[in-house]
């Protein structure tokens, strides 16, 4: 989307931008009337040509401005300007979850305190007859006093409709595929136990320092999600409390009828696990492997009201679990270690570009800034396909969706053999790159997906062998049509 800053959106003037998701970009704009900054979150063009989306925007602009809650960021107002839709809302400095994760790790108190906040802001918009249906750390903004405000009511819903509308074959849904719970995967109909579970991955996130599944793909973790059994938490914080982990399992289930009932009942189970703690041990429980944070820079993201005095120091005769400093020997085993997983992850990356680039093949994976390290799965909200309307599996059924193979650490590369039956001319070798005029001739639906469409623009097109994802190019014959990366110039039969 192109920067509107400086652009009047009716009486709201951009000053700068605030970010850009998958769906929407946010601005921080600026109202004179009242003398107040505000946030636009502005929605791609393409969707105010489209009237179906209009009505189905208003419809739900409209609900999701009726709700008042204090952990529910307000939507004051929304319109349509430049050929854009918007929604204004209030304007929060601070930064959301994802930011706070990246920069800081949580106590247990405080993961508790953020469950609490998110689920009874949930619990109140479940009982408002709203489903939000994108529950994610970047939708969960955190002011400056550390306090909670979920966002993005309805915009999945909004997307999602008009999506289902124009690709009725396939059945399509909208979601983030790490928080994304299996009958969202199934693309059936969701309520609020689908939130439910969301929020479960978020808690899941926050105790061990990583979400429960990740592979190479978007669609991979989708179905992870859908048919692979939750890694406990302790495994990954061993210190961790049974009782919290309690929670967090139900949460996860796979079948919506084994999680909480409401969003409530989750928050009164977590407080209560939480009162069977000590203090003093919640104090020193923490993820030892959390990968978005140094242990040596803890920072607390309470208000300063909620902050606990620190605890009397031990006896000299015992040792502390967080403030054990390392002997200089481990910090040379660790220094060897990282210069070692360094060359292999450099070795590693030199032989992907070539097998990728000798192959003229390529894989397009989207890594939101805020993912873990080594996490290939993206935060964006992502389209996918959906399968039939079946029910969903227990772990002792087959998977109604063929799940693909985990990767291991180093996969081994396949290359594609040319079927023997076609040779290359004589004065042209195989290793030679497409020329135009080569390739095989673009499919009916190629051309269909760049029609109205301009040259470089992204599109995407379903083959049986799965959804096609390109840039609009031209053929001999000066028709636009959609080519994969790395895919041969197109020809016209």
Known sequence: MEDLTGKQFGSYRIVAPLGEGGMASVYKAYQPGIDRYVALKILPRHFANDPQFIKRFEQEAKVSAKLQHPHIVPIHDYGQAEGYTYIVMSFIESGDLTDILMSQQPSLSEIVRIVSQVGDALDYAHSMGIVHRDI?????????????????????????????????????????????????????????????????VILYEMITGRVPFRAETPMAV???????????????????????????????????????????????????????????QAAEIVPANFE????????????????????????????????????????????????????????????????????????????????DAGDSTTDQPLLLPTAAPTEIPTPT???????????????????????????????????????????????????????????GATCEFTTPRGTITGTCQLTPDQQLACVPPGGPPPRTP
């Open 397 to 455: 059924q087959a998977p109604l969706v063929t799940p693909t193979e985990e990767p291991t650490s180093t996969p081994a590369p396949v290359r594609q053999e040319q079927p023997s039956n076609q040779q290359p001319p004589a004065n042209q070798t195989s290793d030679q790159p497409p020329q135009p005029g080569d390739g095989p001739a673009p499919p009916p639906e190629a051309l269909n997906a760049c029609t109205g469409a301009s040259q």
């Open 222 to 280: 989708v179905i992870k999600h859908m048919n692979d059994p939750l890694p406990p938490p302790h495994e990954f914080n061993p210190d961790l409390p049974e009782a919290i982990e309690r929670v967090a399992l139900k949460a996860l289930a796979k079948n919506p009828k084994d999680r909480y009932a409401t969003a409530g009942d989750m928050v009164k189970a977590l407080e209560t696990a939480m009162a069977t703690i000590p203090p003093a």
């Open 136 to 200: 994610k750390p970047s939708n969960i903004l955190v002011d400056k006093r550390g306090n909670c405000l979920l966002t993005d009511f309805g915009i999945a819903k909004m997307v999602e409709g008009v999506a289902s509308e124009k690709l009725t074959t396939t059945g399509h849904v909208v979601g983030t595929p790490t928080y994304m719970s299996p009958e969202q995967g199934y693309g059936k109909e969701m309520d609020g136990r689908s939130d439910i579970y969301a929020l479960g």
């Open 292 to 371: 978005a944070t140094s242990v040596s820079k803890l920072r607390k993201i309470s208000p300063a009201a909620d902050r606990r005095p620190t605890a009397a120091p031990e006896p000299s005769g015992q040792t502390a679990k967080i403030t054990e400093q390392p002997s200089s020997n481990q910090s040379m085993l660790w220094i060897a270690a990282a210069v070692f997983l360094a060359i292999i992850v450099i070795g590693l990356i030199g032989f992907g570009v070539w097998f990728f680039t000798s192959n003229g093949s390529a894989v397009q994976l989207e890594i939101e800034s805020g993912n």
